[in-house]
């Protein structure tokens, strides 16, 4: 398969890459390439592609790499976004992995709250036989987040007044009141 890509010429520490199109299993080193498709300068900045001789080889089934692909969009030789192209550390990717399944989990639970709510018609409301139809509004009901606690019952039948009351503490959160002796 054929793909296009750079090839470093150049001094050291002087980099001058040119744009090849070769066969991918050559060496990007040393192998023959096909055709020479043009130039990157990094060090004064400078690029220069053969736009008509890239199109032609990508519409034949050539692959241009990450880096090609990234400039020949700049340049807007080609259409499309660019391609992240530098490594990701191990810990990094695994943080990216968790924040995408806490984000899908979050939406799965909203999408089945909001079924569980169509499901459930309320007491009052009876459907009408008129023939009609009729459209209803849908109803939103706020989704609360699953880090606020749980609301606390009170007891239903209190002995006495000392009994019934709830001491609050810095929290917020009521503590179960002790029986008077």
């Not at 991918?24 to 192998?31: A, D, I, Q």
């Not at 695994?94 to 799965?108: C, F, P, Q, R, S």
């Not at 880090?147 to 000392?162: F, G, I, N, Q, T």
């Amino acid at each position: 398969m054929l793909t296009i890509r750079l090839t470093r010429k150049g001094k050291k520490n002087q980099p001058f890459f040119r744009v090849v199109l070769i066969d991918k299993r050559r060496s990007s080193k040393g192998g023959r390439a096909v055709e020479d498709l043009g130039y990157v300068d990094p060090l004064k900045k400078r690029k220069s592609f053969n736009k008509e001789r890239i199109l032609y080889w990508i519409s034949k089934g050539a692959q241009p790499s990450a880096s090609i692909h990234n400039f020949l969009v700049s340049e807007k030789i080609i259409e499309g976004k660019k391609t992240h192209v530098s490594k990701i550390s191990k810990k990094k990717q695994t943080e990216i992995d968790a924040k995408k399944n806490e984000e899908k989990a979050k939406i799965e639970a909203e999408a089945k709250a909001k079924e569980d709510v169509k499901k459930v018609e309320p007491a009052g409301e009876t459907p009408s036989n008129d023939g009609a139809a009729t459209e209803e509004a849908p109803v939103e009901i706020p989704v609360e987040s699953p880090a606020e606690p749980a609301p606390v019952e009170e007891p239903k039948e209190p002995a006495s007044a000392e009994a019934s009351a709830s001491v609050e503490t810095s929290a917020g959160q009521a503590d179960e009141a002790k029986p008077a002796e």
